[in-house]
Structure formats: structure tokens, C-alpha cells
């Protein structure tokens, strides 16, 4: 199926600019104070050591050149994309999943920077802004994370989004902190690589046609045999969906809800998107005992993704709210159209 036109309208639009990018390059004043997460977060000077707990946050700082500026890092879903492995491998890793709030603090940053609000929220396991604001400490959170999003004390999974993901989030997100390291024409130029990527991406999308298909993302869980936590319909996936033209079995606001297998092959999706990564929290964190139980048990094996071997694997952080969407977005791309030649 072609890529709709009011889709490709529809990807520019939520690619909106903050500020036009002729009004962006003044150089930035301190104290600077900055609306993010339904706090004020004010920044008295331009931050040199800088902490990243998500690595998201951690693939834009590197993006936007700042990898002098880092003094620790934490909280990997899996290898840093080519282009950004020598600056990484520059920065000290605090821990690869959430490092302590002692952690954090020994490394004396001057700003702390989250990719979600579990790890620096009102319960972050990590630490609470006040925790970090009582040590003179400013922290920022991905706008992705709160916008358009509620996070809820019941939730099994990682909150519900009331409004589709975008990259225009992830727009914002470059020109805040462009704005904060008092490094705008390097945002402005990110924000065009972005646009690039997407549009080219699109391009592939609509160069190779696929009939309609349903689609089930399964991100861990905490069992193999257990309820898998797969994709709602309003997160990264959902965008991701949206520009591909496909469409999910889960009707969930959750961004990741646990749904059970036997829920899963009622609906019996067409395509099944799975998340590698080299985090190792639970057993479902690793991709290859996730295709084995795909192959295996005899609920999952029995499904027409299964059966056609139309699973498709993509790096976990491309399941997340960041720019690595647009990775996941030509993947699954090309992946459909290899599964259109082989009908």
C-alpha cells in the first residue's frame, strides 16, 4: 500500500520548528530558565559537565558535538550508532542500566539530563528533582516523556499517551538543549539532518508497495511465557505506524502495555516487530530467546507472523521516543518490502 498523501502532509506538520531557525542563533543568556515537565528549570550558566541518564539523551548531546561536556552517562539499551562511537567512548558510563543517586552525585555534574521521568520524576528510581535542585543541580526530562502523556501509579508499563508521538518532540527537545549548551547552529543543523532522514525515509516507504497488514510490537517482559509488553497505539510505534501505513493490533493509550499471548493470537498480526537490545533485565530483554518462544511455543508459533516469518527486528531504542525512530522507520520499510516479493 502507498504511503497516503495526508500521512506525508501530516509527517511535516508534527515536524514543526520551535523557532524559525534565522531567529535561533543568537547566543543564549544566563541565567536561563526553561519550561520542561510542568517545572521551571533554571540554569545559571552554560553547563560543562553534564550527566545522561537514557540513551536517547545521551545520542543527542553527541549529536549536537557536547561529548567534552559529559561526565557520565547511564541507563543503554544497546550500541551507540557508528557515527557517534568515538565521542562516546569518550564519556564515563556510570552504569549501563540506572546508576545510583550517589553515583550521580560523585560525578559532580552541573546539569543532569533524562530521557524519562521514571529515572528523574516524582518517584524516580535515579533521584527526584528536588533531590538534584538540593545539591544546586538543574535537571532536564525529554519533553517526549510528558507531553501529551500521562503516568499513572497502576501502570505495569510506561505510562499512556492522550496524543500521538511525533518528532516534533524530538525537534523541541534539540532546540532546548541547543538553547541550554548555548550551541544553536549546531541544533539547527541536526534538525535538518532529522528532516532529511525522515523525508528520505518516506520516500522508501512509498517505493515499495505492501497490501495493508496488522503489526504487533513486542518490546520485553518480564517472563518469556508471560504477558508480553508490546506497543499501544500512541507511542513511537504509533508514528512509526501512522508513516508506514500500518496498523496496530493494540487499541491501547498505554505507550506499553502487557498484553496477554492468547489476546495476541485472537488478533493474530500480519507483522511482528521485535526490539533487540543488550540491556539484560529481564529474560525477554534478549532477541534471540524471544524468536525461540516465537518459534516454539505452541500459542505463538501458530501465528500467521510466525508462519510466514514476517518478523522483523529492530534495536530497541528505536522503539523509543527519539530520533532513532527514523532508523526504525527505514528498517521496517525495507523489511515490508522484502515480504511483498516474497508473495
Same mark, same amino acid.
Given at each position: 500500500?502507498?504511503?497516503?498523501? @495526508?500521512?506525508?502532509?501530516?509527517?511535516?506538520?508534527?515536524?514543526?520548528?520551535?523557532?524559525?531557525?534565522?531567529?535561533?542563533?543568537?547566543?543564549? @543568556?544566563?541565567?536561563?530558565?526553561?519550561?520542561?515537565?510542568?517545572?521551571?528549570?533554571?540554569?545559571?550558566?552554560?553547563?560543562?559537565?553534564? =550527566?545522561?541518564?537514557?540513551?536517547?539523551?545521551?545520542?543527542?548531546? +553527541?549529536? +549536537?558535538?557536547?561529548?567534552?561536556?559529559?561526565?557520565?552517562?547511564?541507563?543503554?539499551?544497546?550500541?551507540?550508532?557508528?557515527?557517534?562511537?568515538?565521542?562516546? #567512548?569518550?564519556?564515563?558510563?556510570?552504569?549501563?542500566?540506572?546508576?545510583?543517586?550517589?553515583? =550521580?552525585?560523585?560525578?559532580?555534574?552541573?546539569?543532569?539530563?533524562?530521557?524519562?521521568?521514571? @529515572?528523574?520524576?516524582?518517584?524516580?528510581?535515579v533521584a527526584t528533582p528536588e533531590q538534584l535542585d538540593a545539591l544546586g543541580i538543574p535537571s532536564y526530562v525529554s519533553p517526549s516523556d510528558c507531553q501529551g502523556k500521562g503516568l499513572t501509579a497502576t501502570s505495569n508499563a510506561d505510562g499512556s499517551r492522550s496524543q500521538l508521538y511525533s518528532l516534533g518532540l524530538v525537534e523541541q527537545e534539540i532546540h532546548e538543549l541547543a538553547q541550554i549548551f548555548d550551541v544553536k547552529a549546531a541544533g539547527?543543523?541536526?534538525?535538518?539532518?532529522?528532516?532529511?532522514?525522515? #523525508?528520505?525515509?518516506?520516500?522508501?516507504?512509498?517505493?515499495?508497495? @505492501?497490501?495493508?497488514?496488522?503489526?504487533?510490537?513486542?518490546?520485553?517482559?518480564?517472563?518469556?511465557?508471560? !504477558?508480553?509488553?508490546?506497543?499501544?497505539?500512541?507511542?513511537?510505534?504509533?508514528?512509526?505506524?501512522?508513516?508506514?501505513?500500518?496498523?496496530?493490533?493494540?487499541?491501547?493509550?498505554?505507550?506499553?502495555?502487557?498484553?496477554?499471548?492468547?489476546?495476541?493470537? #485472537?488478533?493474530?498480526?500480519?507483522?511482528?516487530?521485535?526490539?533487540?537490545?543488550?540491556?539484560?533485565?529481564?529474560?525477554?530483554?534478549?532477541?534471540?530467546?524471544?524468536?525461540?518462544?516465537?518459534?516454539?511455543?505452541?500459542?505463538?508459533?501458530? +501465528?500467521?507472523?510466525?508462519? !510466514?516469518?514476517?518478523?522483523?527486528?529492530?534495536?530497541?531504542?528505536?522503539?523509543?521516543?527519539?530520533?532513532?525512530?527514523? !532508523?526504525?522507520?527505514?528498517?521496517?520499510?525495507?523489511?515490508?518490502?522484502?515480504?511483498?516479493?516474497?508473495?
Amino acid at each position: 500500500m502507498l504511503i497516503r498523501r @495526508h500521512c506525508i502532509r501530516l509527517l511535516f506538520c508534527t515536524l514543526a520548528v520551535i523557532l524559525p531557525l534565522s531567529e535561533s542563533q543568537a547566543a543564549t @543568556h544566563y541565567p536561563l530558565t526553561v519550561q520542561n515537565c510542568g517545572r521551571e528549570v533554571v540554569i545559571q550558566a552554560k553547563p560543562q559537565r553534564a =550527566v545522561t541518564l537514557g540513551q536517547a539523551s545521551t545520542e543527542l548531546l +553527541l549529536s +549536537l558535538g557536547l561529548a567534552p561536556r559529559m561526565v557520565g552517562t547511564g541507563v543503554w539499551f544497546g550500541p551507540l550508532p557508528p557515527a557517534l562511537q568515538a565521542a562516546g #567512548a569518550t564519556v564515563p558510563r556510570l552504569a549501563s542500566n540506572a546508576p545510583s543517586f550517589e553515583a =550521580v552525585a560523585k560525578a559532580a555534574p552541573d546539569i543532569v539530563l533524562a530521557q524519562y521521568t521514571y @529515572h528523574v520524576g516524582p518517584q524516580g528510581e535515579v533521584a527526584t528533582p528536588e533531590q538534584l535542585d538540593a545539591l544546586g543541580i538543574p535537571s532536564y526530562v525529554s519533553p517526549s516523556d510528558c507531553q501529551g502523556k500521562g503516568l499513572t501509579a497502576t501502570s505495569n508499563a510506561d505510562g499512556s499517551r492522550s496524543q500521538l508521538y511525533s518528532l516534533g518532540l524530538v525537534e523541541q527537545e534539540i532546540h532546548e538543549l541547543a538553547q541550554i549548551f548555548d550551541v544553536k547552529a549546531a541544533g539547527d543543523a541536526l534538525v535538518g539532518q532529522l528532516r532529511q532522514r525522515v #523525508a528520505q525515509a518516506v520516500k522508501t516507504a512509498n517505493a515499495q508497495p @505492501h497490501a495493508p497488514l496488522s503489526v504487533m510490537y513486542w518490546f520485553s517482559s518480564t517472563r518469556l511465557e508471560g !504477558d508480553p509488553w508490546v506497543a499501544g497505539k500512541n507511542g513511537a510505534p504509533g508514528y512509526i505506524n501512522q508513516v508506514l501505513g500500518l496498523h496496530n493490533i493494540i487499541d491501547s493509550d498505554e505507550e506499553w502495555p502487557g498484553v496477554s499471548w492468547e489476546t495476541i493470537a #485472537a488478533r493474530n498480526p500480519d507483522v511482528i516487530v521485535v526490539a533487540r537490545m543488550d540491556r539484560r533485565l529481564y529474560p525477554a530483554d534478549d532477541v534471540e530467546k524471544k524468536l525461540a518462544f516465537l518459534r516454539s511455543d505452541p500459542v505463538t508459533r501458530e +501465528l500467521k507472523a510466525v508462519r !510466514d516469518n514476517h518478523i522483523i527486528v529492530v534495536d530497541a531504542q528505536s522503539l523509543n521516543p527519539s530520533m532513532s525512530v527514523v !532508523d526504525a522507520i527505514e528498517h521496517i520499510a525495507i523489511g515490508l518490502g522484502t515480504f511483498g516479493k516474497a508473495q
